[in-house]
């Protein structure tokens, strides 16, 4: 297989990963959200676990689009260099050595041209950068953060009258992996900034200053499920009244540490994996 070949392929199967994700986690917010039963809870938005499934679905979703016009845009000039090579073919059984001596010339460099893209793709998945990679790493390290704090603190949530709930399932654990698994498949690696671990706590930070703002200011009421009946917040390690100023606090800078934690983390390991090639 020809590298300008192999690039094709794997564009091709980060666009089906990617419409995986996109549909297990459509699947999640709409029927999360009620729309598939009929009904829309309007407390959905106030919890982290939905807004960063928002945002990654939206980015996602960008990042298809993206991918599937870069598609066309490789198989058009596949096909040109196939074409290309053709004619340098019938020039050279017509016997016009002249001419198929420069048309091979002119063919080298878009050929050069395909393969040296292709090399990118076999070594380090799409080869072309990733799109957006502040909003993807954003996006990747809320899930994660997201799915450890209700694998371990918010667990009990995820079932209903002694069954599992299946959206929050697709929510809290199938699209984070899969995520995570985007980068580990896809992603060039060893381009991570060293300060993009700060810049990934962005939806974290902004969704705490606003539901500070809005609650303990302006009285707005963000509760919901479980919480419904018990505060105001989203959650009741938010409620100064419940968890005390030091408890939330407490809470709020665990909770950025592990944004931290979890963000040099993947940045060390994708610099371990750009060395190793």
Known sequence: MRLS?????????????????????????????GILKGKYTPNFPHMFTNVSNLFAWGYFALALLKLARQEQAQTRAQAQTRVQAQTQMRRMKAGLKDTAGAGLKAGVPAEAGA?????????????????????KYTATISLLVTMLIAHFMLFDAMFK?????????????????????????????????????????????????????AVGVFDVYMGGGTTEEVTKYPYTFLDPAIAGPGGVASFCGAMLAAFLLLGYLLFAVDRLLARRG
């Open 5 to 33: 070949d192999r690039k094709i392929s794997v564009i091709r199967r980060s666009m089906a990963w990617k419409g995986a994700l996109l549909f297990f986690g459509a699947w999640g917010l709409l029927d999360g959200s």
């Open 161 to 213: 009258d002694g069954h599992i709930v299946l959206h929050l399932v697709w929510m809290h654990y199938v699209v984070p992996c899969m995520a995570l698994l985007d980068w580990l498949f896809f992603d060039e690696k060893g381009k991570m900034p060293l300060w993009g671990p700060f810049a990934w706590m962005s939806l974290v930070v902004g969704y705490l200053v606003f539901t500070f703002i």
């Open 115 to 135: 393969v040296g893209n292709g090399m990118s793709a076999a070594g380090a998945g799409e080869g072309t950068g990733v799109f957006a990679p502040t909003a």
